[in-house]
DNA sequence: TCCATATTTCAACGAATGTCGAAATATAGC
DNA sequence: GCTATATTTCGACATTCGTTGAAATATGGA
């Protein structure tokens, strides 16, 4: 990943509307919520958060598709994970115990058992 | 963690000279970096710098030591755990397909073998 | 004590950001 | 075509942010 996509999409996230709107739409899944119903949610106008839609759609973070009057909004995780991957990356650098636990914790957070055991190899070290 | 936190987090590295330094002392690792190497290494006037250390240190995201004239920054792998974690929250809600890829590439990016295969239980549905 | 080095603090400036009201666009149903 | 609903676009405003130059603080050594 980019550093100037990775900026665009921290900065995306750090506004607290875009976070609201983010983490409902991660919680929500990929059905994704029409416009009109994340407004009510997290409680802005209609205009305002269609600005910050497109701010985020813009960074990637989220995907948009019209069904008839309404623009249903999805979180898309692969931009999560490029994120994360982005901020890990050399993260321990020879060190193992240094980034084990964030590992952990990302693994603890995904909140559901290991897709399969694939082999893992050191990329570094 | 914190939604306010959360916020302080995501716009400390919404910076391209914040990013920078924070994925510099990522890559560091714990015995962290002067301040006046930090700003030869990212291209960043001392004054400029340590305007941008004080927020990172402020978010969390940093730690700082003086060391005799020099002060040391390195970064807190806790606050980046803490930070993934946040975002990741809730991502599957039951569809372990959604975020199974996430949590793999985190794996992938903790670029070390798993610590310890300890019991991992899911923690919804 | 005096000086040199390392880093921070202060005040000020231009640029970018978030929100609002009003108007415009798109779609569906009659 | 007309009306109602859903969403976006536009223009303006106050606020916040990042950088700069100058001055201040802290530490170590002669």
Redesign the interface.
């Known amino acids: 990943m980019e ?2 996509a ?2 665009y999409r ?2 995306a ?4 509307g875009r ?2 709107v983010f ?1 409902l739409l ?2 929500a ?2 059905e994704g919520i029409p416009a009109g119903e994340i407004a009510a949610a997290v409680g802005l106008a209609p205009n305002t958060l269609s600005a910050q839609l497109t701010i985020l759609v813009q960074a990637g973070l989220l995907s948009s598709a019209r069904e008839g009057r309404v623009i249903r909004y999805a979180a898309r ?2 931009a ?6 982005y ?7 020879g ?21 399969k055991s ?1 082999a ?1 190899r ?4």
């Open positions: 550093s100037s990775a900026i921290l900065s996230l750090a506004q607290p976070l609201a983490r991660v919680r899944g990929p995780p692969d999560l994970s490029e994120l994360i991957v901020l890990m990356e050399d993260c321990c650098g060190r193992p115990e240094i980034c084990a636990p964030v590992q952990e914790a990302a693994a603890r957070a995904a909140c559901c058992p290991p897709a694939r893992r050191p990329l570094r070290a």
